[in-house]
C-alpha cells in the first residue's frame, strides 16, 4: 500500500514511517523540520520506497501535488505540540494543527483520497469530570489552546466525513515517550540536572498524576487502528494506558538513571501552569477490545527516555523558534 505520513521527521512520525517500510509498503513524508528533525528520517531516506517532501503544510497546493500522487490513507501527525507555552503563541497552535488539517482534508477532498488517521490529544477533555476519561466523556471547558486546536481539526475532520464520505479514525493520545523524544517533562528534568546535578526546579507541586505511553506501543495502536475495520466511518479512539505516574515518581526514576540525588524545588500549586491538568487517565477500553495492548510501563518508559537522552544531548540544545 501507499501512504501519506505528515509530520513525517518528528518523533512519533518517524518511528511510523519505519515501521510502515519494515512491513514493506510505500511511504511519502512531508515535514518542514519546525520540530522535526532530518536525523529521524536518515534511515527511511536510504530506502527506495520512501520519498520525502521537505514543504509547508500551510501552502494549501504542495499537498495536493503531493496527494495527486495516489495515496490510499493518509497519517496526519503534523502538529505544533507545544502546550505549556501555547499562550506565548496562540495564533500558532490553530495555524499548525486547525488551518494545517483543514488543508490536508481540502487536498484529499480534491484527489479522491478519503481515508485518514489523525493524532489528536487527550487535552481535548481538559479537566475531565469522568476519570478514566472514556471518548464519550462530555467536555469540559477548554483549557488549552492546544487542546482547543485539536478538537476544532476534530470538527473539520468529522464534517469531512459526513460531507464527502470520507472514512477517519481520530487518536487521542496521552503524552508520549521514548526514543527521539524531543520536548517534554523529561527534557526538561535531564537537561536541568545535567547542569545542575545537585538540584532540579519543578513546576506545580509534584502530585501531578499523568498517564504516558511508550512510542514503539503507540506506533503499533496507530497500525491497530489502520487494520482495523471499524463500525463508524468516523470513530474516535483513546490510545494510553491503564497506568498513572506522579511527577514526582518520573523524578525518581530520571534521578535513578542520571545516579543523582538532587534536591528538588517545587513551584507550588497543583499544576504546573495554566493549562495543565492535574490528572490524566484515559479510558482505553474501546482499543483494547481489538486486541492491541501496551507493553513498557511509564517507569520503564521514563527511564528508557532518559537513557536516550543522556546518549543523544544534541537533542536537547536549544532551537530557535521558528
Known amino acids: 500500500m501507499r501512504f501519506l505520513v505528515t509530520g513525517c521527521a518528528g518523533f512519533i512520525?518517524?518511528?511510523?514511517?519505519?515501521?510502515?517500510?519494515?512491513?514493506?509498503?510505500e511511504v511519502l513524508?512531508?515535514?518542514?523540520?519546525?520540530?522535526?528533525?532530518?536525523?529521524?528520517i536518515a534511515p527511511a531516506k536510504v530506502n527506495p520506497r520512501f520519498k520525502f517532501f521537505e514543504v509547508d503544510l500551510l501552502n494549501p497546493d504542495v499537498i495536493e501535488g503531493i496527494l495527486?500522487?495516489?495515496?490510499?490513507?493518509?497519517?496526519?501527525?503534523?502538529?505544533?505540540?507545544?502546550?505549556?507555552?501555547?499562550?506565548?503563541?496562540?495564533?500558532?497552535?490553530?495555524?499548525?494543527?486547525t488551518l494545517v488539517t483543514i488543508n490536508v482534508l481540502e487536498a484529499m477532498r480534491k484527489t479522491g483520497v478519503k481515508r485518514i488517521i489523525f493524532s489528536s490529544t487527550g487535552s481535548v477533555y481538559g479537566e475531565a469530570p469522568v476519570i478514566p476519561t472514556p471518548e464519550n466523556c462530555p467536555f469540559p471547558v477548554q483549557t488549552s489552546l492546544y487542546g482547543a486546536s485539536k478538537i476544532a481539526a476534530e470538527g473539520a475532520i468529522s464534517s469531512y466525513v459526513e460531507g464527502y464520505g470520507f472514512q477517519a479514525v481520530v487518536l487521542r493520545f496521552v503524552s508520549v515517550l521514548g526514543e527521539r523524544y524531543s520536548h517534554g517533562h523529561v527534557i526538561d528534568f535531564v537537561r536541568q540536572l545535567l547542569v545542575k546535578p545537585d538540584e532540579l526546579i519543578v513546576l506545580g507541586d509534584g502530585r501531578q498524576r499523568k498517564s504516558y505511553i511508550h512510542v514503539a506501543d503507540c506506533v503499533e495502536g496507530i497500525l491497530q487502528a489502520h487494520r482495523r475495520t471499524w463500525p463508524k466511518r468516523f470513530e474516535v479512539v483513546?490510545?494510553?494506558?491503564?497506568?498513572?505516574?506522579?511527577?514526582?515518581?518520573?523524578?525518581?526514576?530520571?534521578?535513578?538513571?542520571?545516579r543523582l540525588q538532587p534536591r528538588v524545588l517545587f513551584g507550588g500549586g497543583d499544576r504546573g501552569w495554566p493549562g495543565d491538568n492535574?490528572?490524566?487517565l484515559l479510558d482505553c477500553s474501546k482499543m483494547r477490545a481489538t486486541g492491541w495492548k501496551t507493553t513498557i510501563s511509564i517507569r520503564d518508559a521514563v527511564q528508557m527516555t532518559t537513557r536516550f537522552l543522556m546518549k543523544n544531548r544534541?537533542?536537547?540544545?536549544?532551537?530557535k523558534s521558528s
Not at 77 to 95: C, I, M, S
Not at 238 to 258: H, K, P, Y
Not at 314 to 319: D, G, K
Open 278 to 280: 492535574p490528572f490524566i
Open 314 to 319: 544534541w537533542l536537547m540544545e536549544e532551537r
Open 13 to 25: 512520525g518517524s518511528h511510523l514511517v519505519d515501521r510502515l517500510l519494515n512491513e514493506g509498503h
Open 29 to 40: 513524508g512531508v515535514d518542514n523540520f519546525s520540530t522535526g528533525r532530518a536525523e529521524f
Open 68 to 97: 495527486s500522487a495516489g495515496i490510499d490513507r493518509v497519517f496526519h501527525l503534523a502538529a505544533n505540540a507545544d502546550v505549556r507555552d501555547g499562550l506565548k503563541h496562540p495564533q500558532k497552535d490553530f495555524e499548525q494543527n
Open 238 to 258: 483513546n490510545l494510553g494506558t491503564d497506568e498513572f505516574i506522579t511527577v514526582f515518581q518520573s523524578i525518581e526514576a530520571i534521578s535513578r538513571e542520571m
